[in-house]
């Protein structure tokens, strides 16, 4: 029987505990050892909630618990090297979105993770559809993508950090990353983005200077074209993230990644319904565990994080200059 892996959790907030549920739900594959967060009275709640023991101090942690993986679930300006250093510790990883707020950032953690198993949040693509979708374009089902196309809706006021463009980056950075990710995934690194963005809604709130609606073009040398548009001041309650992909011999409506509907381009089109519920976050430690135990990368790599990042950072710069930005 393969060892149970020792886990340990860095940010006990609401992702946090998405994760934790998700390490729970494994109990043959792994458990959960350690926690760690600033606030002892609310890291020794989450313990009690979730397991393991609480901690404080980082480092600590790391020395007294020992985990095989560490999943990483701080906001974007948090990010101060505990990534580097538990990859130099041999400790395997899984890195929450936006993996950091640079590219500098970024890619240092991509090369410090380089002799462990780590993996970027994108939870998205552990889906069923995204992965049916995956597995019909391996086959040659789909053709050549030519045209992907994804909106982002929600109306909260989320944590006090994530209002603020120097701690969360902005909706197009936390958020709506997500499906940038999926376009890169699907298209490929594009030759150039065009954004426009601008806070309409949330001007007299206090702090929040973030983008609440915005869109993003972008271009491929090819003529393929990703159209990617997010708000924050539509439906209260409701989080609207679809997205759809045309290819040459199918077309994919998705209304989340576990639902989709296919089409082929034949006339009449055949049909093929995608339905499931599964969790994406225990699919998604369970690809990593898998990863771990056959020495293989994970299906979306650390590396994912930076590349996606670096599209998401291009269309704020595009924003904030009004101009298109190149790659």
């Known amino acids: 029987m393969t060892r149970r892996l020792n886990v ?3 940010g006990c907030g609401g992702i946090g505990a998405r994760h934790a549920d998700a390490i729970n739900k494994l109990p043959d594959q792994m458990q959960l050892v350690a926690c760690c967060g600033r606030d002892a009275d609310k890291t020794a709640e ?34 101060s090297g505990q990534v580097e250093v538990a ?3 041999g400790i395997h990883l899984l890195v929450e979105k936006p993996i950091a707020l640079t590219m500098e950032q970024a890619e240092a953690q991509v090369a410090a993770a380089r002799d462990v198993v780590a993996a970027c949040g994108f939870m998205y693509r552990h889906g069923a559809a995204s992965l049916a979708w995956d597995a019909a374009s ?35 950075v936390e958020q709506l990353i997500h499906l940038i990710d999926l376009a ?50 539509a439906v209260p309650g409701r989080w609207a993230k679809q997205w759809q992909i045309v290819a040459e011999r199918m077309t994919g409506q998705f209304t989340d ?43 979306v790599p650390l590396s994912d994080g930076a590349a996606s990042l670096e599209i998401a950072l291009a269309a704020r710069r595009s924003a904030d200059e009004g101009r298109e930005i190149l790659l």
Not at 149 to 172: I, T, V, Y
Not at 262 to 283: C, N
């Open 8 to 10: 340990a959790l860095l």
């Open 46 to 79: 989450f313990a009690a909630r979730h397991g393991g023991e609480a901690f404080t101090d980082f480092e600590r942690m790391l020395d007294k618990a020992r985990p095989d993986l560490l999943v990483v679930a701080l906001p974007p300006h948090a990010h």
């Open 87 to 89: 990859a130099r510790a």
């Open 138 to 172: 391996r086959n040659g089902e789909t053709g050549p993508p030519g045209h992907f196309s994804a909106q982002f809706h929600c109306n909260s006021l989320h944590a006090p950090w994530w209002r603020e463009r120097d701690k969360a980056g902005g909706q197009m």
């Open 184 to 233: 890169r995934h699907v298209l490929g690194r594009p030759r150039s983005v065009y954004a426009r963005a601008a806070n309409l809604f949330h001007r007299s709130v206090e702090r929040y200077d973030t983008e609440d609606v915005s869109a993003i073009i972008l271009g491929y040398d090819d003529g393929r074209i990703g159209v990617l548009h997010a708000s924050n001041a």
């Open 257 to 299: 990644w576990n639902n989709a509907d296919f089409f082929t381009a034949e006339t009449p089109p055949q049909q093929r319904l995608i339905r499931d519920d599964g969790d994406v976050f225990v699919a998604q430690l369970a690809d990593l565990a898998a990863a771990i135990r056959d020495h293989r990368a994970p299906l």
